[in-house]
């Protein structure tokens, strides 16, 4: 028993002010550094924040580099993450919340279930980067992922040169024959341009010339577009004053008249044609600057090479005896197995990792919806199933939401799960299912540990864009919480 | 109708009639009710096989890489056995010709870098919580709470770059560096290296605080009034009713909360990965290594990054050693994880 010992009030009320003293600056330091983490990324990186930034592709010049192609990866694995994460989290917590077995053996089962969960949020993310790339990347083979064993939503089509730097797109199969344009084009559908061939457009009638007139041809395609340019700017030239285009209905005629080239007799209603298409479109034109004309400016030419063309009886020409290129087209469904180091693989690695997170703030919010509200279900005869479905569900929504939300701001965040899958440096953002694709934190990260010092501003102007992501789906997490909150 | 009911007729009538509403098939009901249910029950295992399929994958990778018969990136046989990963002091894989795969240098700098970070975490991270819970008012708690979870939202990869650009040129006192251009001339009066334990460490456990903190926070939170109540009763002041009787009485959920905050500083990635260096300590010349902490080190997550991010070929026995350190890495945080969980079962204080 130890002995009875007084201590002085004032040394007890030191104390209690030293500890509060101390206990406050510690929670200050910490909010110190929160702040001096963002101060000093925001000082290095806004410089570097413009519109260019966020659009332009990486480069290795460190003052051109952007992060177009990451941030488009990052949101599209993103959403591919959240359309799989949130179902399978949301049904798991209903299974593991709403059907409690009672038997003894499914009632283990379900408690080795329930602790499995909540140790899959203690391991580490880069450990589920591993378990990812052997699961969807190389689904447990290694064999040459290249050469996926299924594949469904590829096209293939053979492209033919054509006069005037047209191509031409015949439907093709795998490993379809290279063979010159005369054999083939008999038996199959030609099409006018790849987008119409994609869209089921219409044919174009395509004629074979012989392979000796190709110089005379190509000749004159070009010096054609090369007269349309040419004209075209001249008139839209003269037309212009102050730096707007000013036309009205008469002038606009006018002008046409000047971009065209007289046709041959039998082609007079051709040209007419032409003339109302092009004073139609610089009508459009009226009062805008240089600047806004490079957009309108390109649909006229365009109008223009097509008409002339088809006057010049330029279009559908393929040059006998050329070799066509083989060009694969990927629809956004395109689909392998192995999935390869694309898109799919990054998503459904990336809900590897915020599952258990989503399944147990779901878990929660289910938790806490009142036992009441069921048995009134019951009550009235209905199963559970329409419980859930009609008084659980929408009772816990806002919750399950809430904890969705922030757990997708953490999937935008994660670098080292798809380390493995995603790469660096890419040109163009992912175009379909299994795309390659970069991500920003990924991007980050490389300008980070780039040996180059002057990449690290690019790196913190990454960061700003990053962190405005997140924080953003945070204030959306909060404001739901706090609306529904209010509601209650 | 009614008069019928009365007398008892016409409520028979209605029992025995076939159809008394409207006719409601039951059998479509439980069909609906048991699809829903496989449904479920298909989700519920998709979650399962997750955990079942790291252990398997890692298991069998890593016995890929123990059994021999794979090759080097030169084109050499390698043999590593699982002593030699369990107990030898050397790591060496990637460079040189003489590779070792001894496991132990990647947990030191692995628990170099934790160690640091748990002593940032633990006090500053139990003092905010305790402060926050019993000495904080409701206006305040309301702002600083959310303020340090912030924390807790930033990106790890966010961090590295702190690390990096800020934490190490601040040690080195190097504040020319701060700014983007290095100072050749800086006082650096511990001789900080460009890649270091302690600038990795101290931002793991900047990271980690709030961990520490809303996790033994609720536990703290959780123990009842009356045991305050009858502490300031007998006149004990608010520090006295906080160390005293408060701390012991959540003390199995703040332990599990530092175990918690434990297990995610092992498994972080991006940070060491950025600034912690690639030279795990080297063990073999001294166990005194362990110690400094002014120079780089290497993690078992910074490894397997430095691996991914190269261009190695898979099924080179480099290549193959990454799954043996990721299980190693599984089995230590899982174990953690576990020991956190059963603490915060098998200890917890009930009251009513």
Redesign the interface.
């Known amino acids: 028993m130890p002995e009875y010992q007084p201590t002085s009030r004032s040394a007890r009320r030191i104390k209690n002010t030293l500890f509060q003293a101390v206990a406050m600056t510690a929670a200050g330091i910490a909010l110190i550094v929160l702040a001096t983490l963002l101060i000093s990324i925001c000082a290095r990186g806004f410089p570097r924040l413009d519109w260019n930034f966020i659009t332009a592709a990486m480069s290795s010049d460190s003052s051109a580099t952007g992060i177009g192609p990451a941030l488009l990866g990052s949101i599209s694995i993103l959403a591919i993450c959240a359309v799989s994460a949130i179902p399978l989290g949301v049904a798991s917590a209903i299974l593991l919340e709403e059907y409690r077995p009672k038997a003894k053996l499914p009632r283990t089962l379900h408690g080795f279930v329930q602790s499995n969960i909540t140790n899959l949020a203690g391991v580490p993310s880069i450990v589920y980067g591993i378990l990812g790339f052997s699961v969807f990347v190389v689904m447990f083979s290694n064999e040459n992922l290249n050469e996926p064993w299924f594949d469904l939503g590829q096209e293939f089509y053979l492209e033919y040169p054509g006069a005037g730097g047209q191509s031409f797109y015949v439907e093709s199969f795998e490993g379809a024959p290279l063979t010159p344009a005369s054999q083939e084009l008999a038996s199959v559908a030609i099409y006018g341009s790849l987008v119409d061939a994609r869209a089921g457009g219409p044919l174009a009638e395509v004629e074979i010339v012989e392979a000796g007139s190709l110089e005379a041809i190509r000749g004159e395609a070009d010096a054609r577009l090369r007269k349309i340019r040419r004209s075209m700017n001249r008139a839209l030239r003269n037309a212009t004053t102050n730096d707007t285009l000013q036309v009205d209905e008469t002038s606009a005629g006018e002008i046409a008249a000047g971009m065209l080239t007289p046709l041959r007799d039998e082609l007079k209603a051709d040209y007419e044609v032409m003339k109302a298409t092009a004073a139609e479109q610089l009508l459009a034109m009226n009062g805008q600057t240089s600047v806004e004309q490079l957009q309108s400016r390109l649909v006229l030419y365009n109008k223009l090479l097509e008409k002339e063309f088809e006057a010049a009886g330029l279009r559908g020409l393929i040059i006998e005896d050329t070799a066509p290129l083989r060009k694969d087209v990927k629809k956004w469904y395109y689909m392998q197995i192995p999935f390869g180091k694309g898109m799919l693989a990054g998503g459904l690695t990336l809900m590897l990792v915020i599952l258990p997170v989503v399944i147990v703030s779901a878990q929660e919010s289910i938790r806490a919806v009142s036992q009441e509200m069921r048995a009134g279900v019951l009550a009235l005869g209905g199963t559970k199933w329409q419980a859930i479905e009609k008084v659980v569900l929408p009772a816990a929504i806002p919750g399950i939401c809430t904890g969705a939300i922030l757990a997708l701001s953490r999937a935008i965040g994660e670098a080292a799960p798809i380390l493995l899958i995603g790469y660096v440096g890419l040109q163009v953002g992912p175009d379909h299912l299994m795309a390659a694709f970069a991500a920003l934190p990924l991007e980050i990260y490389n300008w980070t540990s780039e040996p180059d010092k002057s990449f690290r501003d690019a790196a913190a102007a990454g960061i700003i864009v990053l962190l405005a992501v997140l924080f953003s789906f945070n204030a959306v997490a909060v404001f739901i919480r706090q609306k529904f909150q209010q509601a209650n | 109708m009614t008069a019928s009911i009365t007398t008892g007729d016409g409520l028979k009538a209605i029992a025995q009639s076939q159809s008394p509403g409207k006719e409601r098939s039951t059998f479509l ?2 069909l ?2 048991r699809i ?2 496989s ?3 298909l ?2 295992f ?3 096989s ?2 079942v ?2 252990v398997f ?2 298991a069998q ?1 890593a016995a890929g890489f123990f059994g021999g018969g794979i090759q080097d990136v030169q084109g050499r046989e390698a043999n590593v056995s699982i002593s030699d990963f369990l107990f030898a002091l050397e790591w060496n894989p990637l460079q040189g010709s003489d590779k070792e795969f001894g496991i132990w240098p990647l947990i030191v700098g692995t628990f170099q870098v934790t160690i640091v970070a748990m002593c940032i975490a633990i ?2 991270g139990l ?2 919580a ?3 819970s019993e ?1 904080a008012s409701p206006k305040v708690r309301a702002v ?1 709470k ?3 979870e ?2 807790a ?10 690390a ?3 934490v190490t040129p601040l040690l080195q006192l190097d504040f020319a560096g ?1 700014a ?1 251009n290095p100072d050749v001339n800086k006082a650096n009066p511990l001789d900080i290296q460009i890649f270091n334990v302690l600038a990795a460490g101290l931002t793991v456990g ?1 990271m980690c ?1 709030p961990i520490v903190t809303s996790l033994s926070e609720d536990a703290i939170r959780a123990v009842p009034r009356a045991l305050r109540e009858g502490s300031y009763g007998l006149g004990a ?4 009713t ?1 160390i005293k009787v408060v701390f012991p009485a959540a003390l199995s959920g703040i332990v599990a909360a530092c175990l ?1 905050a434990f ?2 500083a ?5 940070i060491v ?2 600034a912690a260096g690639l030279n795990p300590p080297k063990l073999a010349e001294g166990l005194s290594n362990i110690f400094a902490v002014n120079e780089p080190t290497q993690t078992m ?1 910074g490894y ?2 430095s691996v ?2 190269g261009d190695l070929a ?2 080179t026995v480099e290549y193959q050693s ?2 043996a350190v ?1 299980m190693t ?2 089995v230590i ?2 174990c ?3 020991v ?2 059963y603490i915060r079962k098998r200890f917890r204080q009930q009251y009513e």
């Open positions: 009901r439980d609906k009710e829903i249910v449904v479920l029950i989700c519920g998709i979650t399962v997750i955990t399929l790291i994958i890692l990778q006090p500053v003092m905010v305790i402060w926050l000495f600083i959310p303020a340090i912030i924390i939202g930033v990106p790890t990869v966010v961090f590295g770059y702190f990096l650009t800020f701060i983007g900047i605080i002041s608010r520090f006295e906080s918690l297990a995610r092992v498994g972080e990635t991006m990965a950025i997550t397997m990054v991914f991010f898979t099924g990454v799954y990721g890495l599984f945080t899982l953690i994880t576990i956190g969980a």
